[in-house]
């Protein structure tokens, strides 16, 4: 029976995963067939290298399909003799398990010219495309890995060159060649150069933009779900299941994988959840989704990396999460530019957001940690946590109550700025030690601002939405209420939280609470 599967390569015959089929024919009939060079640039686990094996494969019908790898090939880069040997046995090796005929084999296996490696190479590939029978394509994987050398640009260069020629009919070279990678040539050329001589004149301009998406869409998640349920007869509403994982990963692969992966193999049988059919609903996405955001697992360690890497990174992303600031996309921006690459931010709306619900929260939980230590509001939510949570139930008014008395006793009297920009963040620190370990919790990013931020929290099979919010005046509070009776109504709850700060003098502080129809809204004024 099939699996699901987080490792690097999806194999359709052993794996459930989104069928594919489609992109590949489009990637062959916009890319290939039109003899373009590009390089497939996306962030880590995001299923390039199961996207290259596909379209090799599809490749093959027409083409001879050379895929080579510089992963684990290190001591190619030691000189330029060693680079163009380890490039010539890698290509040889795929010759043949392509079946190319003997005399062209041995022709490419010749001898290299020790003085002139580069040139050698560059005639044994016009040798090689002159003579095949069909066209070959080039598939470069984990190209990266040679990031920091030279020998790697000189080599893309020489294709470049011959592909410059070829258009203009003065050579033979490869149909196409397709670099995959999570760094672009662009960055490859900056990691090389000196600080003083950072350029942007690329070994690659002559490569066609990649514009294909690689994310899944909820419908695409819900082909996969479909064929597992055809398997397991779980009664899951599929569609509902494909919207729900699709709004926590924002279709990036890996996490639609590990979410599935884990309801699968991890959450079915517990008490929780004794059998598929109980662990395919909602409260198993959530479950699997908090499951996945506490895993230290690479992709997130190495975004953690990249932000100590990179300050200006986590500022922006800080300011963004915590202060509700709109920062502007600019593509040429290097830093913005570089995490989107990683596939850490998106655009919005010309607005820079984290790209999925799964990296804000593991980003959240970062960002708290650097606080945590001796931190006075965790401790007090620590000690307090046992009047909060009753029969397994989260009391959430209490919580509320008593941060309210925290919050008057340890930050009442910070200036209004200091407590503009953190507010929300000391609320976070405090309801993260109270949740942790069972609960969970997301900020819901299209209502977020740096007036309110909405934080919906998942309990034991129990959702709660709370607005923080800075109080600007009469107006902007009512037209805030109209917007989170609405937002009760789609997250179909009866109840809805207020955490409102004030500061004018005259303020009065406590409880409120109003009702429109059905739906009540709680507000707790500090």
């Known amino acids: 029976?099939?699996?699901?599967?987080?490792?690097?390569?999806?194999?359709?015959?052993?794996?459930?995963?989104?069928?594919?089929?489609?992109?590949?024919?489009?990637?062959?009939?916009?890319?290939?067939?039109?003899?373009?060079y590009f390089a497939i640039n996306r962030g880590r686990q995001y299923g390039k290298t199961t996207t290259l094996c596909l379209l090799a494969e599809k490749l093959r019908e027409k083409y001879v399909c050379l895929q080579i790898s510089f992963e684990g090939c290190e001591e190619m880069f030691q000189s330029d003799y060693a680079f163009v040997s380890g490039v010539i046995d890698l290509i040889e090796e795929q010759l043949e398990l392509?079946?190319?005929?003997?005399?062209?084999?041995?022709?490419?296996?010749?001898?290299i010219d020790t003085d002139?490696?580069?040139?050698?190479?560059?005639?044994?590939?016009?040798?090689?495309?002159?003579?095949?029978?069909?066209?070959?394509?080039?598939?470069?994987?984990?190209?990266?890995?040679?990031?920091?050398?030279?020998?790697?640009?000189?080599?893309?260069?020489?294709?470049?060159?011959?592909?410059?020629k070829r258009e203009s009919g003065r050579t033979w070279t490869f149909q196409s060649v397709i670099l995959a990678g999570v760094y672009d040539i662009k960055n490859l050329k900056?990691?090389?150069?000196?600080?003083?001589?950072?350029?942007?004149?690329?070994?690659?301009?002559?490569?066609?933009?990649?514009?294909?998406?690689?994310?899944?869409?909820?419908d695409e998640i819900v082909g996969m779900l479909s064929e597992y349920e055809r398997d397991y007869h779980t009664g899951m509403n599929v569609q509902e299941m494909a919207d729900l994982i699709y709004e926590y990963t924002s279709g990036y692969p890996v996490l639609v994988s590990g979410i599935c992966k884990h309801i699968d193999e991890n959450l079915t049988g517990t008490s929780a959840?004794?059998?598929?059919?109980?662990?395919?609903?909602?409260?198993?996405?959530?479950?699997?989704a908090k499951s996945i955001e506490h895993e230290n697992q690479p992709l997130f360690e190495d975004m953690i990396k990249q932000l100590k890497d990179f300050p200006q990174l986590k500022d922006i992303i800080r300011r963004i999460l915590f202060e509700g600031e709109s920062i502007a996309f600019n593509a040429y921006n290097e830093v913005l530019s570089l995490a989107k690459m990683f596939d850490y931010i998106k655009s919005a709306n010309?607005?820079?957001?984290v790209s999925n619900r799964i990296f804000e929260v593991v980003l959240y939980d970062y960002f708290l940690s650097e606080d945590e230590t001796g931190n006075i509001t965790k401790k007090d939510a620590e000690l307090n946590k046992s009047q909060f949570i009753v029969d397994g139930r989260l009391d959430m008014e209490a919580l509320l109550r008593k941060f309210a008395e925290h919050y008057a006793y340890v930050y009442a009297d910070n200036d209004q700025k200091f407590i503009e920009k953190y507010a929300r963040k000391i609320f976070l620190m405090y309801l993260k030690p109270v949740i942790n370990g069972t609960g969970n919790y997301y900020i819901e990013a299209q209502t977020r601002d740096e007036k309110k931020t909405d934080i919906i929290v998942d309990y034991h099979a129990e959702q709660f939405l709370i607005e923080?919010?800075?109080?600007?005046?009469?107006?902007?509070?009512?037209?805030?209420?109209?917007?989170l009776y609405g937002y009760l109504d789609r997250l179909k709850l009866k109840k809805g939280y207020m955490l409102t700060f004030r500061f004018n003098k005259d303020k009065k502080t406590g409880v409120q609470e109003r009702r429109d129809g059905e739906k009540t809204l709680w507000e707790i004024i500090v």
């Not at 392509?98 to 001898?111: A, F, G, M, Q, T």
């Not at 923080?468 to 917007?483: A, L, P, R, V």
Request: with cysteine.
């Open 116 to 164: 002139l490696p580069f040139q050698t190479l560059g005639k044994r590939i016009t040798e090689l495309c002159r003579f095949s029978e069909r066209p070959i394509v080039l598939m470069i994987d984990e190209v990266d890995r040679a990031s920091n050398n030279q020998r790697m640009l000189s080599f893309l260069e020489m294709l470049r060159d011959k592909y410059i």
């Open 1 to 36: 029976m099939k699996k699901f599967n987080t490792a690097v390569v999806c194999n359709p015959k052993k794996h459930y995963m989104v069928d594919l089929t489609e992109r590949v024919e489009r990637i062959i009939k916009n890319y290939v067939e039109p003899g373009n």
């Open 98 to 111: 392509e079946s190319v005929p003997d005399h062209l084999i041995e022709r490419w296996k010749n001898e």
């Open 190 to 218: 900056l990691k090389i150069r000196s600080e003083e001589s950072h350029q942007y004149n690329s070994p690659w301009n002559v490569a066609v933009r990649f514009k294909e998406d690689l994310s899944f869409s909820s």
């Open 350 to 353: 010309g607005r820079v957001a």
């Open 273 to 288: 959840f004794p059998d598929r059919a109980a662990a395919w609903v909602p409260e198993g996405v959530a479950e699997a």
């Open 468 to 483: 923080t919010k800075i109080w600007y005046g009469q107006k902007y509070n009512e037209e805030g209420e109209k917007q």
